[in-house]
């Protein structure tokens, strides 16, 4: 047996089972299919009007919240491809109305999620308050293997399924595979048990710790600014982001509401939130000031 296989076994051996894993490889027709490696850390943006159902303790698709049949078979156990393609193009192409749907989405990407918290709030299909939309964070390494998968993986795996050319997994696969429009989405299915494993802070705690400090796109996305096109700040940002290290070198507040912002979401997640958020600066990080703002806010307990 390989090693990374043992290491998997060992390491579902331990793990909660309460989980629907991904596995291709157990199916002649995905047995060459590559997986990607999964980030450490992963987030999930959710409120009360978000599909299935998700908190502290679970995320669910819509189909294991509505506990319909299959929902607790993984998708590529399917029997009918074509259907399960476009079951796959739906959810990733944000398909509105009633429809079968048993995946859930993640992102590695803070940047994207945090203008989403803005178009959710002003969206007429949400509009929930900032305190009841959430971002949620999760250590995948407490969970099996294969919990998760690159949502590109998925879509190689039955793009040849989809005749479609427009909005099919074709046309996602074009712009997946163009970084500007990549935002690190990854993908569960059924019901995840993720009590333990995860942290969730509401959109309207990141902004009273000094969300707005961070980068001037969140405080435009706030205020509704190119609400149909939002994903357009994503970009901004990233731009900015990229020439900062050219720039002079961040204001202490910056680096105070990050660190304030990343406290929230607990001991096992602040250090690695902190990271995220210090990245979004649009400025020239100063290696000794930011050790110093860490140590002073982060100080490690006697334990």
Not at 119 to 140: Q, Y
Not at 144 to 158: C, E, G, K, Q, Y
Not at 192 to 209: E, P, Y
Not at 211 to 225: C, P, Q, R, S
Request: charged content about 25%; glycine content about 4%.
């Amino acid at each position: 047996m390989a090693l990374t296989e043992l290491t998997d076994d060992l390491r579902n051996a331990t793990l909660d089972k309460h989980v629907v894993r991904f596995s291709p490889h157990a199916h002649p027709r995905w047995s060459t299919l590559r997986l990607q490696p999964i980030p450490r850390i992963l987030f999930r943006l959710y409120t009360p009007e978000s599909d299935g159902f998700t908190n502290e303790h679970e995320a669910s698709s819509r189909d294991a919240t509505a506990e319909e049949h299959l929902s607790d078979e993984d998708i590529f156990s399917t029997r009918t491809p074509e259907a399960t393609a476009a079951l796959i193009a739906d959810h990733l192409w944000w398909r509105k109305g009633p429809r079968r749907d048993n995946l859930v989405s993640w992102s590695s990407s803070i940047l994207f999620l945090i203008p989403y918290i803005f178009h959710r709030h002003h969206d007429n299909n949400d509009g929930s308050a900032l305190r009841d939309i959430r971002l949620l964070v999760v250590d995948t390494e407490k969970l099996p293997a294969h919990t998760f998968i690159r949502d590109i993986d998925l879509v190689s795996a039955f793009e040849e399924f989809d005749s479609r050319e427009k909005e099919g997994l074709k046309h996602m696969a074009r712009l997946r595979n163009k970084t500007h429009h990549y935002f690190g989405e990854y993908l569960s299915q059924g019901c995840l048990n993720i009590s333990g494993k995860c942290s969730t802070v509401s959109a309207q705690t990141m902004i009273d710790g000094g969300l707005f400090n961070i980068h001037d796109v969140f405080v435009a996305a706030y205020g509704g600014v190119q609400q149909a096109t939002w994903v357009r700040s994503v970009h901004t940002a990233r731009e900015t982001i990229e020439s900062a290290s050219k720039l002079p070198q961040a204001p202490l507040e910056m680096v105070t509401s990050a660190f304030d912002i990343a406290l929230e979401f607990g001991e096992d997640f602040r250090l690695p939130i902190a990271v995220q958020l210090l990245a979004l600066l649009p400025y020239a990080l100063d290696p000794n000031s930011v050790y110093e703002r860490l140590w002073a806010h982060m100080r490690p307990t006697s334990e």
